[in-house]
């Protein structure tokens, strides 16, 4: 166990832990207005004070996690659940023009500029969680196609699935039983690092007001709550900011930790 | 060389032919009527098509995609539905807060991953290393339109050195414009700096396990002199791939940013494009972006088979 998966694996169950609990139980009501409250400062009442409504920070942090966490674990989802099977049938049929046709559009859509799509994306579908979710999706399918693809082709030259074959299993089914559960550690790990990127995405996409809609609370929107206030109330920005931070720094520290403990080699060799 | 050039230039234009299709797909199942839009709900049937006529909405949609892409191809973007102007114009004013923030980002974020990187490969392994790699760390965590409001914060609001937004127009001189652009150069230079400031690290740490530094120490030199005649010269090649793609990252990063300073650039134009269904301009603008990103990204493919003629045989 390294240093950088007990902190990453930690601040992440931190940050999974308050969207659980969040279902049964938060301070206060987290979309209860209470006026003569507002703008509260961090105290024993208010653990991370109130916003401009008096609504409390803390129950809306906690309730704004269940949003990022659902949006870019779905995200990530759709990349693995499409990229995967393409990249696994891309390497079985190396060469040949389905490869080329795989390979080139992931090669399109990664020629895109991720936020200038995503904000095409939900501007012509409209704004909402389930658009940010397409939106970010659609970009973790190349990635999870070209890692499955690359680490299948060195697979397929091993000898055992010369064996395979020799038994007369068919590339399908190979594919499904030999090269998917020798590439699960590498989605694992990738899997992370794309879940990190899609917390950022799906808060930049609710800052500027393409993501999850109101009432539901999310990080992305309280920080563009917060922009015009942030001169008398900074805490409005810095609560959902840190919140991010904490939640991006986890995953992306549980992304390298894993990396290292799944992979005895790179153990050795890095430093 | 010339065989491997063309062969990737034609993939470059059937990328830019399926990206401009898509875009206009993408565009074309918007809801909305951008004529019934702009006239209102209580517009008359008649009035509403004399303007579908006028914006060439009554056309087919494949005689609208191929106006459209044989317009680009001669500089013609269209006319913007809701200012009446060229979009070609209207673009170009934008661009000129757009570029230059993206340059200005970019130059500082290569001002400080160069020294942060080679600081930490040179001391690799102890606290200089390790702190350094702790605060990029920090630096891909950090959503950078936060990071730009913190700066608002302190540097405009509590220490007043810049402003909090807007931008005065480079009529306005070459110093005030830069003084307005200098906070979202930042905003958006943190976490290009943090990548680059890991690649040009392990570069580095890659080059010096490389036979001819230890040559290279061999006959005589020190680790430090060895690092800087030979190291960072070899190192640069990666490093120079991705300064390359930070660049349209940039360009396309500063939409969000541009909105946390109100900076007239590309990105508002865009919000401010969508909102009023104004789809010609919407689609002009997504268009440079994604050929500025496949353009940046052929060059600098065609740079590195330049340099590294075994990369031509590839593909």
């Given at each position: 166990m390294t240093r950088n998966l007990i902190l990453g694996g930690a601040l992440s169950a931190l940050v999974v832990l308050a969207a659980l609990i969040s279902f049964l139980w938060t301070p206060y009501d987290h979309a209860v207005m209470n006026i003569p409250a507002k703008l509260q400062t961090p105290n024993a009442q208010h653990w991370l004070g109130t916003d401009h409504f008096g609504r409390d920070?803390?129950?809306?942090?906690?309730?704004?996690?269940?949003?990022?966490?659902?949006?870019?674990?779905?995200?990530?989802?759709?990349?693995?659940?499409?990229?995967?099977?393409?990249?696994?049938?891309?390497?079985?049929?190396?060469?040949?023009?389905?490869?080329?046709?795989?390979?080139?559009?992931n090669d399109l859509v990664f020629a895109f500029p991720s936020l200038v799509i995503a904000i095409l994306i939900t501007?012509?579908?409209?704004?909402?969680?389930?658009?940010?979710?397409?939106?970010?999706?659609?970009?973790?399918?190349?990635?999870?196609?070209?890692?499955?693809?690359?680490?299948?082709?060195s697979l397929w030259e091993r000898e055992f699935i010369l064996a395979a074959r020799v038994s007369g299993k068919g590339a399908a089914r190979i594919s499904a039983e030999h090269i998917l559960p020798n590439v699960?550690?590498?989605?694992?790990?990738?899997?992370?690092?794309?879940?990190?990127?899609?917390?950022?995405?799906?808060?930049?996409?609710?800052?500027?007001?393409?993501?999850?809609?109101?009432?539901?609370?999310?990080?992305?929107?309280?920080?563009?709550?917060?922009?015009?206030?942030?001169?008398?109330?900074?805490?409005?920005?810095?609560?959902?900011?840190?919140?991010?931070?904490?939640?991006?720094?986890?995953?992306?520290?549980?992304?390298?930790?894993?990396?290292?403990?799944?992979?005895?080699k790179l153990r050795v060799a890095r430093t | 060389?010339?065989?491997?050039?063309?062969?990737?230039?034609?993939?470059?234009?059937?990328?830019?032919?399926?990206?401009?299709?898509?875009?206009?797909?993408?565009?074309?199942?918007?809801?909305?009527?951008?004529?019934?839009?702009?006239?209102?709900?209580?517009?008359?049937a008649d009035t509403v098509a004399a303007l579908r006529a006028e914006l060439g909405l009554d056309q087919g949609q494949v005689a609208r995609y191929l106006s459209w892409v044989t317009g680009m191809l001669g500089g013609d973007f269209g006319t913007s539905y809701t200012y009446r102007t060229p979009v070609a114009e209207m673009i170009a004013d934008r661009l000129w807060v757009s570029l230059p923030l993206a340059v200005y980002a970019l130059a500082l974020s290569t001002l400080i991953a160069f020294p942060a990187g080679i600081y930490a490969a040179a001391r690799r392994g102890r606290g200089g290393d390790m702190a350094v790699m702790g605060a990029t760390q920090l630096g891909v965590a950090v959503p950078n339109f936060w990071f730009a409001m913190m700066l608002v914060l302190i540097f405009a609001i509590n220490l007043r050195w810049f402003g909090a937004g807007g931008f005065p127009g480079w009529e306005a001189g070459i110093g005030a414009g830069l003084h307005a652009l200098t906070l979202p150069a930042i905003a958006l230079a943190l976490p290009q700096a943090a990548i680059l400031t890991r690649v040009m690290r392990s570069a580095l740490l890659d080059i010096l396990g490389e036979d001819f530094m230890r040559s290279a120490r061999a006959k005589g030199l020190s680790r430090r002199q060895a690092l800087w005649r030979h190291g960072l010269r070899n190192a640069l090649i990666p490093v120079l791939t991705i300064i390359g793609l930070q660049f349209s990252f940039l360009l396309a990063g500063a939409i969000i940013i541009e909105q946390v300073f109100?900076?007239?650039?590309?990105?508002?134009?865009?919000?401010?494009?969508?909102?009023?269904?104004?789809?010609?301009?919407?689609?002009?603008?997504?268009?440079?972006?994604?050929?500025?990103?496949?353009?940046?990204?052929?060059?600098?493919?065609?740079?590195?088979?330049?340099?590294?003629p075994r990369l031509r045989s590839r593909t």
């Open positions: 920070l803390m129950s809306m942090i906690m309730v704004g996690a269940r949003t990022s966490i659902a949006v870019a674990l779905v995200a990530v989802g759709i990349g693995m659940g499409v990229g995967v099977p393409l990249g696994l049938t891309a390497a079985a049929r190396k060469g040949s023009w389905l490869d080329e046709v795989i390979m080139r559009g501007a012509v579908l409209g704004a909402g969680a389930i658009n940010a979710i397409i939106a970010i999706g659609i970009f973790n399918i190349p990635v999870f196609a070209r890692i499955t693809r690359s680490a299948a082709l699960t550690n590498l989605l694992i790990v990738q899997g992370t690092i794309q879940f990190s990127l899609g917390i950022l995405a799906e808060a930049g996409l609710s800052y500027v007001g393409l993501g999850a809609q109101p009432p539901t609370p999310s990080w992305g929107r309280m920080l563009a709550d917060a922009q015009t206030m942030v001169s008398f109330a900074p805490h409005l920005a810095l609560v959902p900011g840190c919140a991010i931070i904490v939640t991006v720094l986890g995953l992306n520290l549980l992304g390298d930790g894993l990396r290292d403990h799944l992979d005895p | 060389m010339l065989r491997y050039a063309l062969k990737r230039l034609l993939s470059l234009l059937l990328s830019l032919a399926v990206a401009s299709l898509v875009i206009f797909l993408v565009v074309e199942v918007a809801p909305g009527d951008p004529a019934s839009f702009m006239l209102g709900v209580n517009a008359q109100y900076l007239p650039g590309l990105g508002r134009l865009v919000f401010q494009a969508i909102s009023a269904r104004d789809l010609i301009v919407v689609e002009s603008v997504v268009m440079l972006l994604v050929f500025a990103v496949i353009t940046v990204n052929f060059l600098v493919d065609l740079a590195y088979a330049l340099v590294d």
